[in-house]
């Protein structure tokens, strides 16, 4: 089987950005309203999401590498 040169469409980003980004945002901006949370909960939240995004970024990096 031949193997195409181009990678084809991904109907996973179209997905979370119509569907899960929303969510999301509204998630989120509920629990600020609410006040659900405190400011501790919002920093440790901040911190684990750059983190984990740093870490798949560096992953990705050292993928496209090799």
Known sequence: M??????????????????????????????????ALSSLDWLLALILGVGFIGVMLAKTMRKRRE
């Open 2 to 35: 031949k193997k195409l040169s181009t990678p084809g469409y991904n109907p996973g980003f179209l997905t979370t950005w119509l569907v899960l980004n929303p969510y999301c945002v509204v998630t989120i901006f509920y629990a600020y309203y609410s006040h």
